[in-house]
């Protein structure tokens, strides 16, 4: 009874999300007027800034930003609390079989451009598709490779918080700069420069490199103190 | 236009038998690649929609990362539903 109930329930919920879904057509413009429009002419013509996703992540909805950075920091801090069991009692990893020759070598290639990639995706935030959290993704997904093929592979805490600190310590700094030179929370304060350079958009460049750093360096740090947890 | 709209409904397709096999599959271990499909077949679907920002996050964050992350889980932890660590030290 209890089942028939749920699966009602459920074709009832399914019908109406369908009829929803069937009034809406894939890649139309539902919304005549609205922010976006300010959103797509500032970008481009006030920020100068070509990736209008970047330009609303980081200056328009900066203050949101912050916050996503600070989740993300309690999130990571949180678990590796749990996980963490001192530095001197974080052991080998006990691997089940060595990873073959082929992988090893086939890592250690791939590596540097996975890297160069991650490095890609969050300097060029401002111009292509992608950003901080992006490429701070791929530099750890780069280095779970790493730690994956070689058993004894290792990550220096120290490197890697003082690197989180100091992106977190950047990010707050511009943004309060910000506030002091424009009047609100990461308002650019630089010369803009000229469209679609790699050197333009202000500040937000230099936020995006220091989001990927700090994204990358908490991810890679959660990664290592889940691998090497021993029982 | 009727072969783009063919192509989505079969990814979406593809997304819910992915998702209804992870939820039935009792080895925990292929449960969790049958999520990481998911979320391979989502960031298809967003690069077609012409969002490549989200497509780029998810084939990060969702492909990548928690995959792993449920990996490492299931190794610390057990394999299969409904059994306890006691029973793997048997």
Known sequence: ?231 | MIIYLILLFFLLALMIAAAIYSVVQKDLLYAVIGTGVISLVLSVLFYLLQAPDVALTEAAIGVALTTIIFIITIRNTTRHEGESKNDKAK
């Open chain 1, 1 to 231: 009874m209890k089942r028939i109930l749920v699966i009602a329930l459920l074709v009832v919920f399914g019908i109406y999300l369908a009829q929803a879904l069937f009034m809406l057509e894939f890649g139309q413009q539902f919304f005549e007027s609205g922010v976006k429009d300010l959103y797509l002419t500032a970008s481009p013509l006030k920020l100068k800034v070509a990736n209008t996703v970047t330009a609303i992540v980081v200056n328009f909805r900066g203050f949101d930003t912050l916050g996503e950075v600070t989740v993300l920091f309690l999130a990571t801090t949180s678990m590796a609390s749990i996980l963490y069991k001192g530095r001197h009692k974080l052991g080998k990893r006990t691997v089940l079989f060595s990873a073959s020759n082929i992988v090893t070598t086939g890592s250690k290639f791939l590596f540097p451009a996975i890297i160069l990639l991650g490095a890609y995706v969050f300097i060029h935030g401002h111009l292509t598709p992608g950003g901080g959290f992006q490429g701070g993704t791929i530099v750890a997904t780069g280095f779970l490779l790493m730690l994956l093929a070689y058993s004894d592979y290792k990550v220096s805490h120290i490197v890697l918080s003082v690197v989180e600190s100091f992106a977190g310590i950047t990010f707050a700094t511009i943004g309060l700069f910000g506030l002091v030179y424009g009047g609100s929370f990461l308002e650019n304060f630089l010369p803009t420069g000229i469209l679609n350079n790699l050197v333009s958009g202000g500040v937000i460049p230099i936020i995006y490199i220091a989001v990927g750093l700090k994204v990358g360096a908490e991810l890679t740090g959660l990664i290592y103190i889940a691998l090497n947890e021993k029982d």
